[in-house]
């Protein structure tokens, strides 16, 4: 069995995942920084801070907004539109689904921030899209 912030977090990527593969992108989660990036882009979800959790006594819950962050590097020499594709494409998946099929209260996406001080072997365009996902549980551990 698995707990509310995994279920939220594996359902987060198939939307993003299935948003992003008729654009080609590479989606994974909680991986290493690839060495290549492929000219279609490559997205990377990590599970950030949950934060300090809101909890209400009756019925015990408690209620997180946590942080994930999504990572986004393009390559190639159209990185700028390729990039804007994939932000765009994000940016429809959540607002498609704000609930995860009622998995979650709330999905809020951030503007995207760049990135410094990455090494990489070709030039390359990247930036996070901080995502916040509210959600209650009542097992403390998620």
């Known amino acids: 069995m698995s707990s509310t912030a995994e279920t939220i977090f594996a359902a987060l990527q198939g939307v993003i995942s299935a948003a ?8 994974e989660r909680n ?4 060495d290549r990036i492929g000219p279609q882009g ?4 990590r599970e950030a801070d949950p934060g300090e959790p809101y909890v209400t006594m009756s019925p015990l819950e408690y209620e997180y907004e946590h942080q994930i962050d999504i990572e986004v590097l393009v390559s190639g020499t159209d990185r700028d539109a390729t990039f804007d594709a994939l932000k765009v494409a994000i940016g ?3 607002l498609a689904n704000r609930t995860l ?12 921030a760049d990135l410094d001080d990455l ?3 070709e030039p390359v365009k990247a930036a996070v899209i901080v995502l916040f996902v509210t ?5 403390p551990l998620g």
């Open 101 to 112: 099929g009622g998995l979650c209260i709330w999905l809020e996406a951030t503007p995207p």
């Open 31 to 34: 991986t290493s920084m690839p």
């Open 92 to 94: 429809a998946a959540v």
């Open 20 to 27: 992003l593969t008729p654009l080609g992108a590479t989606v």
């Open 119 to 121: 090494a990489m072997h």
């Open 42 to 45: 490559h997205v990377t979800l």
């Open 135 to 139: 959600y209650k549980t009542s097992n």
